[in-house]
């Protein structure tokens, strides 16, 4: 039987996440009887997919399309009774269960949304803007929020119910669970009801909604609800009314929605001739964090802040699911690369172009026309190279003011020498060699090294003599060239500490893949081959680079056409610590829940790795490897390697998930411990069983 502590690391629940549902019930005009029972059925339903929050369309135990019919007592008298029947069954159903309905208080019709769980009423939500435009005429029937006299109703047998549209309920026992519900109309003002709530802490928003549909109407409602979860940095829950509202005028598209931050997590199919649910899993954790990080956000909520303490909160506990509940969400391998083929290509584009951009820019503010590189005929080395090619072109230079050098040393292996060379050729750039073995061998006899005295002793100091003597090289040559020199190490080697300190590559004047992890690196020179933007020579030798073992060919090999090197064995899989280094410094979430995320990512065997790799070559990660390169991580991001970040050189911001620069997105302490974040590493256990 698996442990306690492993039953828990599988429950998405003990990872700051929710799963929620949208259910869009079949339903007949006026007849609560039979909406009830639907109702009831699909709570159910989303209670056995382990959903803690159900919201139901607006108006659903009534209908939305009645009219003058909600000014009869039958009607709104058996919408009272329906209350007490979900009332009594909601005993049974570990979900809390959003229901619509009219509610005749103080004289006055409301329209409102009732918020159910084991066995009670927690409170009750009212419209607050009622349209009364074109095809609407809901001021004919209903009062909006602002005129209610009563801030608590009796209502099924319970009392003191609380009812308004200025309650937030708060899930006492899930951290950074609070919900709020406006409904329908109130996102389409210029300053929804939700907005205030999320400053005063909903994180969690349901819009009961009846929305007739009408062409590009659902357009629009996506605009809206994206733009409210983004702004608000909420997730958003939609449902729109479907199947069995009245069609006398208006027709109806059953659509719901689930928005997390500006991004779509899950969609209905429109026009569905039955009944539907969907789910999506919240990350509470994100939102949580991504307020605390904008601090522009605490800024706007203390302007409103005597708005925002007018809000009522009402706390309660749930019964949090236990066992195992894995994601029923989608977290992509390569959180940089957009898994989409348009949007990668544009993602590229611009990456691309930004890099291209800084360069030009440092080119011209430094009055220095020429650059100096080195050329390894590896991964970033060439697609600096590209980069630096490109701002010639945009610059109106000639290819050969970037003055490149290839500088073999004790490891070279022939396949990188040639690719080198070739791609200097092919791009029309000055190509130039250095042999810099003769250099390195003064340095380690000058220092008493004792490859010097003809032993094999391939340490630190023989490696980082190389690095050295590569970098000091293109200084000088900078200086006796009037040449800029560019860097070309990346983001994932920064987040790693993978580079020779100082005089090593860990310097330069300017670095355009600063930014840029490896795995983008690989899509943005794949993006470069197949797009065409060189020759068809140039892109054939990048995809030769492209499909060569990554290593710094700093320790000699058996022979010189393969490296004894392997970059990853000794710091991981780039593919894993990319993933890794995207969730702990875009989101600061906990080492447990990367590994969660990363084992859903993984786990599947037929995912892809590539677009164009087939299904024998794709990569598979177990648990136990997972935590394995993890703890890698940990301990040479917060241990060893802030030192080489807080003096890194300038170079661009490329993407959203961030730079690692102390004048970007992160600064920290040099002399940090891992200790806090390895204690919590420890409990990922190794295997499923």
């Known amino acids: ?14 990872h700051g996440f929710i799963r929620t549902a949208v259910c869009i019930p079949e339903l007949k ?5 039979f909406n009830t029972q639907k109702t009831i059925e699909l709570a159910r339903e989303a209670a056995s997919h382990k959903a803690i929050l159900a919201i139901f369309p607006e108006l659903g135990l009534s209908a939305y399309s009645n009219e003058d019919l909600f000014h009869q007592d039958a009607l709104l008298h058996s919408v009272r009774e329906a209350i007490a029947k979900i009332k009594k069954a909601s005993e049974k ?10 509610l005749q208080v103080d004289c006055r019709l409301f329209n409102c949304a009732v918020v159910f769980y084991r066995g009670q009423i927690l409170g009750i939500a009212i419209k607050s803007y009622l349209p009364n435009y074109r095809e609407f005429y809901e001021a004919r029937q209903f009062t909006p929020a602002n005129a209610a006299l009563s801030s608590q109703i009796e209502l099924a047998g319970q009392k003191n119910i609380p009812f308004g549209a200025d309650i937030i309920f708060k899930v006492a026992n899930i951290k950074n669970f609070n919900f709020f ?15 205030f709530a999320a400053m005063a802490g909903a994180t969690v928003i349901g819009n009961l909604s009846a929305s007739n549909i009408t062409i590009g109407k659902s357009e629009y409602r996506h605009q809206l609800a994206a733009n409210q979860s983004a702004r608000c940095v909420t997730a958003y829950l939609y449902a729109a009314a479907g199947i069995g509202e009245s069609t006398t005028d208006l027709a109806w598209d059953g659509h719901a929605m689930i928005y997390e931050n500006g991004n779509l997590l899950a969609e209905s199919a429109r026009f569905a001739q039955q009944a539907q649910i969907i789910y999506s899993d919240i990350d509470l954790d994100r939102l949580a964090q991504d307020r605390m990080r904008l601090t522009s956000f605490s800024q706007n909520a203390a302007i409103h802040k005597e708005k925002l303490l007018s809000f009522r909160k009402i706390e309660f506990n749930v019964d949090i699911f236990g066992s195992r509940i894995l994601l029923n969400r989608d977290y992509p391998r390569f959180p940089y690369i957009p898994a989409d083929p348009s949007s990668r290509d544009q993602r590229c584009y611009e990456a691309y172009n930004i890099q291209v951009q800084g360069l030009s820019k440092r080119l011209k503010s430094s009055g220095i026309a020429n650059i100096a590189i080195g050329v390894s005929g590896g991964l970033d080395s060439t697609h600096a190279l590209i980069v630096a090619a490109k701002t010639m072109d945009a610059l109106g230079l000639s290819r050969l003011n970037i003055k490149a050098y290839t500088m073999p040393g ?16 092919a791009l029309g750039v000055e190509a130039n060699e250095i042999d810099i073995k003769p250099a390195c061998l003064q340095m380690l006899k000058d220092i008493k090294h004792p490859y010097a005295r003809g032993k094999k002793v391939f340490d630190i100091t023989f490696e980082n003599v190389q690095a050295g003597q590569r970098t000091a090289h293109l200084f000088r040559l900078a200086n006796m060239r009037n040449a800029l020199v560019v860097g070309t190490g990346d983001l994932s080697e920064l987040a790693l500490g993978w580079s020779t300190y100082g005089i090593g590559d860990h310097m330069s004047h300017y670095n355009v893949n600063a930014s840029v992890p490896k795995t983008l690196i690989q899509h943005l020179i794949r993006w470069v081959a197949e797009s065409n933007q060189f020759s068809k020579n140039v892109s ?14 700093l320790i000699p090999g ?12 000794v710091i991981g899989p780039y593919e894993l610590q990319d993933f890794n280094n995207f969730y702990i410094t875009r989101f600061g979430y906990l080492p447990s829940k990367v590994a969660f995320l990363a084992y859903h990512a993984w786990k599947d065997k037929t995912k892809g790795h590539w677009p164009d790799i087939s299904a024998d070559k794709r990569n598979f990660y177990s648990l136990k490897e997972i935590k394995k390169w993890l703890y890698v991580y940990l301990y040479r991001f917060f241990k060893t390697s802030q030192y080489k970040r807080s003096c890194v050189p300038n170079g661009p911001k490329v993407g959203s998930g961030g730079s690692l620069s102390p004048r970007g997105d992160y600064r920290a302490p040099s002399d940090s411990e891992a200790e806090v974040w390895l204690k919590n590493w420890e409990d990922i256990p190794e295997s499923e069983d």
């Open 93 to 102: 159903i570990n979900t809390i269960i959003v229901t619509g309905a009219p």
């Open 558 to 569: 058996k022979t010189g056409n393969q490296p004894s090197q392997k970059t990853e064995d």
């Open 29 to 33: 005009v006026a007849d609560t009887f």
């Open 181 to 195: 519900l406006e409904l329908c109309e109130d996102l389409w003002v210029p300053i929804p009801p939700s907005s």
């Open 540 to 553: 054939k030798i990048i995809i030769d680079v492209l499909e060569t073992e990554i290593s710094p060919e």
């Open 410 to 425: 004790f490891a070279t292996t022939t396949k990188t020498y040639n690719n080198a060379l070739k791609l200097m050729k």
């Open 1 to 14: 039987m698996p442990s306690k502590k492993k039953v828990q690391f599988f429950n998405l629940y003990n």
